[in-house]
């Protein structure tokens, strides 16, 4: 599991305080990916509707790198995981999101494949597990 970060432009930070909450994105664009819909996007928009909102869904984003230069021209914010954070686009921050639920981790990979470096990746992934 990852926690989760609202990014945002180093500009629009200036008027939140850090750490963010769930009820801080209401009436905020907010940008979703995948755009196809499965599992993050919808998470992120069941989390707004269990705080008592509908978000304003701005954006529907292929992936994360395309989340993260829409937020970088200024289009929106988002949600995303810790992971995330890492790919910084120039002028974007990322504030901790303190009560949202932690986003899973999932791991897709062919059962025979033996390989002792995907085999130590996927014990990592289950020592972060709850």
């Known amino acids: 599991?990852?926690?989760?970060?609202?990014a945002m432009l180093?500009?629009?930070s200036l008027d939140w305080r850090s750490p963010a909450s769930v009820n801080d994105l209401r009436e905020q664009p907010l940008i979703v990916y995948p755009s196809?819909?499965?599992e993050f996007a919808d998470e992120v928009i069941d989390m707004c509707m269990r705080a008592g909102f509908t978000p304003r869904v701005a954006i529907e984003a292929e992936d994360v790198v395309s989340c993260l230069a829409y937020v970088a021209l200024g289009?929106?914010?988002?949600v995303v995981p810790e992971s995330a954070t890492k790919t910084?686009?120039?002028g974007v921050v990322f504030l901790p999101l303190t009560?949202?639920?932690p986003a899973p981790l999932y791991c897709a990979h062919l059962q025979d494949n033996s390989a002792p470096t995907l085999r130590l990746f996927v014990d990592y992934l289950d020592s972060r597990a709850p």
């Open 1 to 6: 599991f990852e926690p989760l970060y609202v």
């Open 10 to 12: 180093r500009s629009r």
């Open 36 to 38: 196809t819909r499965p």
């Open 75 to 78: 289009t929106a914010i988002a």
């Open 88 to 90: 910084v686009p120039d």
């Open 99 to 101: 009560d949202a639920p």
